[in-house]
């Protein structure tokens, strides 16, 4: 996929209200650990392209433009990462101690 601040990550069509009783559920868990296998190249793409990207041209304003680029590919993941419901999907990982978190 091209990062150009429209990396979507694949999410699971799960609703969790409750975290602890999802951690409950081996089905759910699994879904949400394969997610995170997907997400976790994803991702890791996304910021090996950043770092390895310079800036076109020479003074501020193709410095500006870098920045602006790169914040808008960084911030399309964190924005994706921070939904409710992904936090609810990260702490059902946590619960359960998956090994996929570090």
Same mark, same amino acid.
């Given at each position: 996929? /091209?990062?150009? *601040?429209? %990396?979507?990550?694949n999410? $699971?069509? &799960?609703?969790?209200d409750d975290? #602890?009783?999802?951690?409950?559920?081996?089905?759910?868990?699994? /879904?949400?650990? *394969?997610? %995170?296998?997907d997400?976790? $190249?994803? &991702?890791?793409?996304?910021?090996e #392209?950043?770092?390895a990207?310079?800036?076109v041209?020479?003074g501020?304003?193709?410095?500006i433009?870098?920045?602006?680029a790169?914040?808008a590919?960084?911030?399309?993941?964190?924005?994706?990462?921070?939904?409710?419901?992904?936090?609810?999907?990260?702490?059902?990982?946590?619960?359960?101690?998956?090994?996929?978190?570090?």
């Amino acid at each position: 996929q /091209q990062v150009t *601040g429209d %990396l979507r990550l694949n999410m $699971p069509q &799960i609703t969790i209200d409750d975290p #602890a009783a999802a951690a409950e559920d081996y089905d759910i868990v699994m /879904q949400l650990e *394969g997610a %995170l296998e997907d997400w976790t $190249p994803e &991702i890791n793409s996304a910021l090996e #392209a950043q770092l390895a990207k310079q800036p076109v041209g020479k003074g501020p304003l193709a410095e500006i433009e870098f920045w602006r680029a790169r914040s808008a590919a960084l911030s399309t993941l964190c924005e994706q990462l921070n939904t409710p419901n992904a936090r609810r999907m990260l702490e059902v990982l946590e619960r359960v101690e998956s090994q996929l978190l570090p």
